[in-house]
């Protein structure tokens, strides 16, 4: 069974992003193709990137790299629920990225992205990433806005449509993450 782990990719006290991850999980785990776990990257601690050595030759000095590398090393693929800050994706989660190389490479990756206008922006700058990661991104994400999936820009109410995103990235995810397992 394909192991997909759902990135939580904001820290910020107050995160729209614990709502919106909990419900692609939930939305996730009504399905047998796979099995989902919601990954929240503030459980971890990491630090600003503080390994002496490039992450692509894997040697870890710290507990919260091991830990971190550990936790990521057990997935098939991955669905990053980003927020937009500015034009990208957060600060933490690009952080928890760098931390790592070889768990990420040759895995299938999916996007939610909530923010004004759907975090675009954001989730095109997280192609380019996965790119360098030896990554497989999908065609199908998931654009949530404040303005029409939030009331008063806090209290997460998705559109009904928005489910159906949903499940065809995870469609896609799934199947991908099935054939980047033949390369590893
Ligand atoms: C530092 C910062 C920068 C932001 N920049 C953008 C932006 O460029 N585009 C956008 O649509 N929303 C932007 N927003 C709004 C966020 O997408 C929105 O507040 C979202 O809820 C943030 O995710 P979080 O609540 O999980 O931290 C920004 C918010 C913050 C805190």
Redesign the pocket.
């Known amino acids: 069974m394909l192991n997909i782990g759902i990135i939580l990719g ?1 820290t ?1 006290p ?4 614990e709502a919106v991850a909990r419900w692609v999980t939930e939305i996730a785990q009504k399905r047998t193709d796979a099995k989902f776990e919601l990954v929240d990257i503030a459980d971890f601690n990491l630090p600003l990137l503080d390994e002496p050595y490039p992450p692509s030759m894997g040697q870890y000095t710290k507990p919260h790299t091991i830990a971190w590398s550990e936790k990521i090393n057990t997935f098939d693929g991955f669905v990053f629920v980003t ?5 990208a994706t ?1 600060a933490a989660l690009k952080n928890a990225i760098d931390y790592l190389f070889n768990e990420w490479k040759d895995k299938a990756v999916g996007f939610v992205g ?4 759907g ?1 675009q922006r954001a989730v095109e700058n997280l192609r380019t990433i996965a790119a360098e990661l030896h990554m497989a991104d999908v065609r199908a994400q998931v654009g949530l806005s ?1 303005f029409t999936d939030f009331e008063n820009f806090s209290v997460f109410k998705p559109a009904a449509h928005q489910e159906a995103s949903v499940n065809t990235m995870l469609d896609q995810v799934i199947a991908w993450s099935g054939a980047m397992k033949t390369l590893r």
């Open positions: 904001s910020r107050g995160r729209n992003g927020p937009e800050y500015n034009h957060s909530y923010g004004g206008s975090a404040l």
